[in-house]
């Protein structure tokens, strides 16, 4: 037995039940049929006999049974939730692959994050997914339907947020639990929770966030003013967050260059740019030397292609027939 569980034949959680395993492993050696028991004690086992024999069991276990027809079997919800999943994850892996990345955007103009943030949006919503504030307030929802503290709800959608952001929430409620020496609830009308409310809305805005409007916004969704506004402020939202993501990703290739090259990108791109005006200054002495006629002619060129990429990465430049 010390060898098999050794070797990982038997599962971890089946060792306080040595003879009823050896048992159920004689039964597979044997070809006998798993019984209930043997299947219980190797649903974890790894061992490929023992998963062979766990789904024959519930094979023939469903087999043939005539199930009472209801909605969740006719329409298989979380069979098809999973489907959708992954179906979803292939087209954003794909479409990731034909979305440019500006990284070399200039903060005086930021036409090129701005359409890169309208290709994430567009791609989500190929892949199924509603707006970001929409989808944000269905999970929060279905968190909220079986948390059952707002320390809970905040750690279930920790992904959501800064980190920044999560800890003042976190901070907050602690901060009202001590007060109410109780745990807060998802009880608006408590008179905890209203504290803890006072505390997110100056957390709020401390961090930029327009509480009012997406309140409004969530109450009076006919109201055009309002809604445009929000849309306004959802756009800016998206810049900021594809301006924190592109520098992310700045920062880790600059410093996967610093690893492999033994300089800094900054560097690199410095003395390329002075060995470059060199070369054009030797150019430009020659006074009309063929050679350097033709090389400022390929500089031209580069520069003119440089530019059509800057102005827009996603075409790139557009060459008249």
Known sequence: MNVLRSLGVLSRSTAGSALAVEGAVRAFAAGA??????????LTNPDPDAEASVKS???SLYKGAKLEP???DDSLEFTS???????AAQIVEYGLQNISVPLGYSKSD???????AAELRALGKQAGFEEPGVEVSK??????ATADSVKELLTKNQSLMSSELYGALLEAVGQVEASTNGTLTLDGSSPAYKEFAKKVEAIAKAHGIPAALLVAAKKTPGDEAVAKEYARWQQAAAVKDAISELESLKSDATALLDK???KTAEQVRKEQAAAL???IKKAEAAKGAPWAAKFLEDVKRVEWFDACVAENPAVGPKVAA
């Open 110 to 116: 930021l036409a090129p994050v701005k359409r890169y």
């Open 277 to 279: 005006a060199v070369a």
């Open 70 to 72: 209801s909605s969740a």
């Open 260 to 262: 492999h090259l033994g």
């Open 33 to 42: 049929a798993p019984s209930k028991k043997d299947v219980l004690y190797n």
């Open 139 to 144: 999970r929060l929802a279905d968190a909220a």
């Open 81 to 87: 939730k999973i489907e959708k999943k992954y179906k």
């Open 57 to 59: 069991y519930l094979t």
